[in-house]
Nanobody, 114 residues
């Protein structure tokens, strides 16, 4: 079992920055892929960024603005968001995949005001 707990959400003005964190615990040795999804009001959930042991990937809308990182010693996944836009508003979910099983955090709200 893997537990994921997000933190760091809040309200920020357009152009501002925010950092999300996801603390992971449990049987985390074999978590190869971790990432962030988000769900905007009235829209379906979409992937934002992923990181593996080899590389990281981003959805086009956040490339150059968001940076995903993982600290295995601290068991923390982070998402540094900068130059934020109102369309970045939504609930952000931490994601981890292990042995074909997907694990999710409870989500943290991010609101970008214009």
């Amino acid at each position: 079992q893997v537990q994921l707990v997000e933190s760091g959400g809040g309200v920020v003005q357009a152009g501002g920055s925010l950092k999300l964190s996801c603390a992971y615990s449990g049987d985390v040795v074999n978590i190869h892929i971790m990432g962030w999804y988000r769900q905007a009001p009235g829209k379906t959930q979409e992937p934002v960024a992923f990181i593996s042991r080899i590389n990281s990937n981003y959805v086009d809308s956040v490339k150059g603005r968001f940076t995903i990182s993982r600290d295995n010693a601290k068991k923390t996944l982070s998402l540094q968001m900068s130059d934020m836009k109102p369309e970045d508003t939504g609930v952000y979910y931490c994601y981890g995949q292990q042995s074909g099983i997907a694990y999710w955090g409870q989500g943290t709200q991010v609101t970008v005001s214009s």
